[in-house]
């Protein structure tokens, strides 16, 4: 008997060999026309076809139709596509034997179906789709709900859509590139909003979120993969198409399992690939492919917008973060956070440096009239307050904007009334000099006057110290991550404006190899503190200057960290032989013939330890009259202990 399911879906051949199979648990499936001639009598099967169909097995199935009444075949012609107008036009003998006919109706994906009523088990922070009938899926995990499809692409747009109080399925279109992407991450950070299903169109996703494919692997790909693995048609059938089961399932078979195990764990589950990883991680197996572990969030951002009550100078850091991207519609949102939650008694630096990163991420955006708004606060405010630094560079930033609204004059008036005000406060030269060069320049519109060097130059070293203001802060309430972010940025600042060899510099990146070491990451520590002292030795065109000794003696801290009880001890003696050719007792020569002391000691010298701690208390003695100085005690502790182990010792001897 030969029935016909024509325009055969993929989705349903499951389903088609499941009834089959309840019959005649010996049904099969074969691809290969060939296969017939091995059948036994009675024999019920799936021959699966898809164009194109070869010349030879068209002709096979003429030639050998009386095979299917000798042998009694049951065979369901699965076929796909046009392969029975193949069938009809070129092996019309075999054809015209076909007894029944069946259409088949359109198909889901049943493997995208219990892959996402998985991810929202889960809680998956999202569903990445890939593939089509989404909504005939969604259709089926929840009937009856409705599907909102709303299409984003500013952050303002994805926070309402995320923010609205309409029920359904939220299903974003426009996110297309990892830009919009982090957009939305952040979005659904900030609003605490869950489970997204939005198309796939990016080879990328993110931690929390579950990839649903809602395609089908190929019959005749799935059937030959397991059969040579030594399964069978059936197994692949059981499958249920997914390719990641009939992965699952090959790497089991590799593994030695029994295919009629297999098919019989299949035929009773309704969900294939989430039956094999059970099956494999109950027996400790990994799978080909893995099963799927998102990573952990490691996005800044996110982490500190799901903390929900955040400080401003959390908010500052997010906005840079923004900004540093290009996502300026969000920095902007960010400081005005930051310009919202400021209490009034706020340092003027800090103000300011908000006001000039939102003025800034505004000018990037285009909007000059926004931007020209807050310059004009800043340099107000800085006028009133005399600060002569913030009055030079607020000027230079609304000169810019005023220039490229094509408002010369403006910006002429705005130029020259601050250098009339830093020279009646006696202000630094250099800033005289700057706007005085500023005013030269020809006035004909913005296009004639350079921006790209002294003015970006200008107006970084107030937020570089805003910064490590900041940093200050978060250190003292144990904010570790945050001082580190803030040092980073004041860091790149500093660089920015004067280069790697400037005090500033050094100052940052002593401050960042605390944090650092405080954070044990003792490697980074030590990069920060070597490249301290590069700067140093060009600052000061020595290696013998006393602020050259103290950064000796933080890396030696850090090399012990390390375990380089070496570089620490080399370390540790170059920074005395700096501070003995010093003149007079010096705190700083005890502290590092102490933490010598230590570095020797857990090299096993405690002779030498001892040496160092005697030495360091002479010093002490002769800077602190008092003899019962906790820096005194601390030492006489250290030596009883010394003396202590230096006995033993000799007493093993």
Known sequence: MLTLVDNAARGRLREAYLRLRSRDR???VIVDVRKLADLPQGTTVILALKPPIDNDSLDWLNLNRPLIADRQLNIVLWCEDDAASVLAQRAPDFFD???ARVDCPPAYAAHAVARVKRAICARASGIVWNGPGLEATLAIVRPGRPVRRIAVASYQSMLDALTSRERGWLVLDGVDTSFHLRRLRWAMAETGRRTIVFR????????????VAADHASISGAVEMLTELGGTGRLAALTGLDPKASEHAGCLLRRGVDTEHLEHLLATTPDPRAALEDFAQQRGWKLDGGIAHSPSEADPVVLALRERLMKPER???LAKIADDV????????????VLESLSKDVPGAVLWGALWARGSAHQSMGDLVSARV???????????????????ISAGWLAEVLFEQDEALRARECLESALVTIEALGGNPEYVIWLRDLLGRPMMGHEDWDTSADTTRLNLPLLASQLRTFAETASVEADLEGARNYLELSLKRDEGVWGTVHPAVVYTLRRLARVHSAMDRPSLARGCLERALAAERVLFGSDEHPDIADTLVELASVMKDEGDLEGAQSSLERALAIKQKWSGPELGGASARQALANVLLAKGDVVGALGHIEQALMTLREIFKDRDHPQITELLKFRQRLLALQHDLQRTD
């Not at 796939?200 to 990839?211: H, L, Q």
């Not at 290009?326 to 956070?337: H, N, P, S």
Request: no cysteine; charged share 25%; aromatic share 16%.
């Open 26 to 28: 010996t049904s099969d």
């Open 97 to 99: 034997w076909i007894s």
């Open 200 to 211: 796939r169109s990016i080879d990328e996703t993110a931690p929390g979120w579950w990839t």
């Open 315 to 317: 908010w500052a850091v």
């Open 326 to 337: 290009g996502d300026f519609e969000i920095a902007i949102r960010w400081q005005t956070r």
């Open 374 to 392: 807050d310059f004009e606060r800043v340099f107000s405010a800085a006028r009133d307050a005399g600060d002569t630094t913030a009055i030079a």
